[in-house]
């Protein structure tokens, strides 16, 4: 059940940002994605459930490097005024 809500999260997050990067930042946020998936995959097969756990935090921690890096790549972490919606002058 976590992983459905957490794959159905992170498609959601992925078409609302994919139109707003660049081809390089997509394939960076996409390779981070098929990492934190592989890492999840991993973790349905844990022993434990406190393994369990570390593998998730893990997958999540993946992701989340991965979407900062695109963004980092796109404009440098900062957030465009195009994207705001305040200052728009068109």
Do not use: R
């Amino acid at each position: 059940m976590k992983k459905m809500i957490f794959t159905t999260v992170a498609a959601s997050a992925a078409l609302a940002l994919g139109a707003c990067q660049s081809p390089e930042a997509d394939a960076v946020e996409d390779q981070a994605e098929a990492e934190a998936e592989a890492i999840d995959e991993m973790a349905d097969d844990a022993t434990t459930e406190a393994a369990e756990e570390q593998l998730e935090m893990q997958a999540d921690m993946v992701e989340e490097q991965g979407e900062e890096a695109a963004n980092a790549m796109d404009d440098d972490g900062e957030i465009a005024p195009s994207e705001t919606g305040i200052g728009d002058t068109q």
